[in-house]
């Protein structure tokens, strides 16, 4: 992920093994990381079981919220692809039933934002 493009906000992927690495001790017995993103401080996972959105806070980092979302609690999600002048695609999910998005993400265009939707769809569809 280039730096141009972190400080505008868009995630990229990070792989499982570093996740796992860094995040390991927030998973459940069975629970696996299956796709992992990172924006400049924040990171964001999907596992078997769960989303977690982890946020570093402040100004120096040290303090960390960490949001964990049931995907049965998640009732809609949609994405938008990157188009020709528009470099990155976009992920909005509502939480129950929300007005507006509970949560929203931007990637560049290195993440494929349909391995996204098929892991959200796999998990929110059942």
């Known amino acids: 992920m280039g730096i141009f493009s972190a400080l505008l ?3 990229g ?3 499982q093994e570093q996740l796992t690495k860094d995040y390991g001790q927030l998973l459940i017995d069975g629970e ?3 796709l992992g993103f990172k924006l400049i401080r924040d990171t964001f996972i999907f596992t078997t079981k769960r989303l977690i959105l982890i946020e570093k806070q402040g100004l120096t980092g040290s303090k960390t919220e960490y949001k964990s979302i049931s995907y049965k ?3 809609r999600f949609s994405i938008e692809t ?4 528009d470099l990155d ?4 999910i509502w939480v129950s039933s929300e007005l507006q998005p509970s949560i929203k993400k931007q990637f560049n265009k290195s993440v494929n934002v349909y391995e996204v939707q098929k892991v959200l769809a796999h998990h929110v569809l059942k």
């Open 89 to 92: 695609a976009e992920l909005k």
């Open 32 to 34: 696996q990381i299956e």
């Open 82 to 85: 990157a188009g020709t002048f």
């Open 73 to 75: 609690s998640i009732s």
């Open 9 to 11: 906000g868009n995630a």
């Open 13 to 15: 992927s990070v792989n």
